[in-house]
């Protein structure tokens, strides 16, 4: 499946989306976002599709912000829109029921480090450079970077970052807690799909349960956080998955997933 603005493949359960604008480091503009929203509900739809990686095309950038070009002109209520429909596309990545890997092949400033944050999983090849450069557009982050950077690594890493606009290496995002791993660039690919082939071979609904956990209990109070997860472990005792994983255990043999 490829169309201009994304490339699609798949291999074994892992749909690779890539962002095709390498001549503009693969800039958010409107029809990119659009293009991602459908792609990621197609890759939710699927039921051959277990995790999703996103990466940017060529060799410099994952995504290097929303598009500075189509935003110079907007009126304050198409700011808005446009603000809303890159969160209401991100808030569809981060809610995916099965895991989504950003692969951060290079820079991810702006839109690129809020898109790569709505991701499950962030690896970055040790080249990479991430932050939000707004404040020198005399902009705000507009895609929940304000709010997933403060979840993520805190307020005086989200200040930093969001005050000076100053981008930072990949090995400090990584002590900062902003991405999970950090390879060498020329093994960035392999790493990932490594990563990717093991979550394709999970229990899907144990992996969606997590997931769910996550997103609610990571915006609610701890007592609610721990009942939804008991309900959650609660339902996973539905699946066949589960009756397989624990009977491998028990037989000593590696388990096979079918989703159910
Ligand atoms: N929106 C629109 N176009 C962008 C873009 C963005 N966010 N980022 C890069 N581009 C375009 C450039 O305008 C240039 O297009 P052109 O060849 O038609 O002039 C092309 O991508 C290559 O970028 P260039 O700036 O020449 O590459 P570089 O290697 O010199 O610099 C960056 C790389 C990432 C440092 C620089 O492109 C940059 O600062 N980009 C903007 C980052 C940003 O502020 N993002 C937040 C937006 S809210």
Avoid: W
């Avoid at 000076?164 to 690919?189: D, F, H, K, S, Y």
Wanted: proline letters at 4%; a negative charge.
């Amino acid at each position: 499946m490829t169309d201009s603005l994304l490339l699609i493949t798949e291999d074994n359960g892992v749909r690779t989306i890539r962002i095709n604008r390498p001549d503009k480091l693969n800039a958010l503009n409107a029809a990119t976002i659009d293009a991602l929203d459908a792609a990621f509900s197609d890759a939710e739809a699927d039921d051959s599709v277990r995790v999703v990686v996103l990466t940017g095309s060529g060799p410099k950038a994952f995504v290097a912000g929303a598009d500075i070009s189509e935003m110079n002109t907007l009126t304050p209520v198409q700011g808005r829109d446009f603000s809303l429909r890159g969160t209401r596309m991100m808030r569809g990545v981060e809610k995916l029921t099965k895991p989504v890997i950003a692969m951060v092949n290079g820079f991810a400033l702006g839109g690129g480090l809020e898109l790569a944050m709505c991701c499950h999983l962030r690896i970055a090849a040790d080249s990479a450079k991430v932050g939000q450069p707004e404040i020198n557009l005399g902009l705000i982050p507009g895609f929940g970077g304000t709010q997933r950077l403060l979840r993520l690594a805190g307020r005086a890493a989200t200040l930093e970052l969001c005050l000076t606009g100053a981008p930072i290496t990949a090995e400090r995002a990584l002590q900062l807690g902003i991405v999970n791993r950090v390879v060498p660039a020329a093994e960035l690919e392999a790493e990932t799909m490594k990563l990717a082939g093991q979550l394709a071979n999970a229990a899907p609904l144990a992996l969606r349960g997590m997931l769910d956990c996550v997103n609610i209990g990571g915006e609610c109070g701890m007592e609610e956080g721990l009942e939804y997860e008991s309900v959650q472990f609660g339902l996973v005792f539905s699946t066949e998955d589960m009756r397989e994983g624990t009977s491998a255990f028990l037989e000593k043999r590696k388990p096979a997933f079918n989703g159910r």
